[in-house]
C-alpha cells in the first residue's frame, strides 16, 4: 500500500465515523469502479433515478452503469430535447426514489457544502427524493467549514464556470472570486449540511480518487 492510498484509508475511516454521527449512512471505495459497483446494488429494481449536475457521477461511468441496469426507470436531463423536458425532469427530481450528486467540498469533521447557481441541485437534496446518495473524491476534503466554503467557490465555482459557453461570471474571467453580484453568478445558493433527516436519508460515498472539481 502506497503512502497515499494508507493517508485515503485512514482519512476515510475518520470521516465515515463523523458521518454516521451526523445520521449519513457511509462507505468508503478506494476505486470509482468500487464505487459504481456498490452504488447501482444501492438502488433496487422498480426505482426510479436522476442525478444534479455532477461531472462526478457523469465522468466514473456511474450514470453510463444506471442507464445499462434493468429495471429502474431512469430521468437523464442530459438526453432532454429542449430546455421545456429538462425543466419536467428538473421537477421530478423532487420526487423520485433515488437522487444522486456530488459535492463541492467536505470538512474533516463532516459538514457538507454545496454551491449551486439555480438552486435547483441543492433543493433536491435537501427535500423531496426518497434517497439521496452523494459520491465524494478525496480531493474535496477540507480541514473545516470555512475551508470547505472556500473550496467550493474559490475551485470548484471558477472551473465549474469554465464549462459553460454563455456564462460571463468574473471567476471565469480570472480564475478568483469576487464575492460578485453578477447575474451569471454561480454562487447564488450555498447550502451547508449539518446532519442527514430522516436519519439515513442520505449515503455518503467517498472514493479514494481525486474525482470533479
Not at 470509482?32 to 447501482?40: G, L, Q, T
Not at 442507464?67 to 430521468?75: P, R, S
Not at 473524491?137 to 467557490?153: E, S, T, W
Not at 474559490?154 to 472551473?159: E, G, L, Y
Amino acid at each position: 500500500m502506497s503512502p497515499k492510498e494508507q493517508r485515503n484509508e485512514l482519512l476515510a475511516a475518520h470521516l465515515v465515523e463523523q458521518l454516521k454521527q451526523r445520521h449519513y449512512d457511509a462507505i468508503y471505495c478506494a476505486t470509482s469502479d468500487e464505487a459504481v459497483s456498490a452504488i447501482v446494488d444501492m438502488i433496487p429494481d422498480g426505482s426510479s433515478v436522476t442525478w444534479g449536475g455532477s461531472m462526478t457521477i457523469r465522468d466514473m461511468g456511474l450514470t453510463k452503469a444506471l442507464h445499462e441496469k434493468n429495471n429502474i426507470e431512469v430521468w437523464d436531463r442530459d438526453l432532454a430535447p429542449n430546455r421545456e423536458a429538462a425543466q419536467e425532469i428538473y421537477h421530478k427530481a423532487f420526487s423520485v426514489d433515488y437522487y444522486l450528486s456530488s459535492v463541492n467540498a467536505i470538512s474533516e469533521d463532516g459538514l457538507i457544502v454545496n454551491i449551486d447557481g439555480n438552486g435547483n441541485r441543492v433543493a433536491a437534496i435537501t427535500f423531496g427524493p426518497k434517497h439521496v446518495i452523494l459520491v465524494v473524491g478525496l480531493n474535496k476534503v477540507a480541514q473545516n467549514l470555512d475551508a470547505a466554503i472556500a473550496r467550493a467557490r474559490s475551485v470548484a465555482a471558477p472551473i465549474n464556470a469554465a464549462r459553460f459557453a454563455d456564462l460571463k461570471s468574473p471567476c471565469k474571467t480570472d480564475g478568483v472570486c469576487h464575492n460578485c453580484k453578477s447575474i451569471d453568478c454561480l454562487c447564488n445558493y450555498i447550502q451547508i449540511m449539518r446532519n442527514s433527516r430522516p436519519a439515513g436519508r442520505h449515503t455518503v460515498v467517498l472514493v479514494g480518487e481525486d474525482l470533479g472539481f
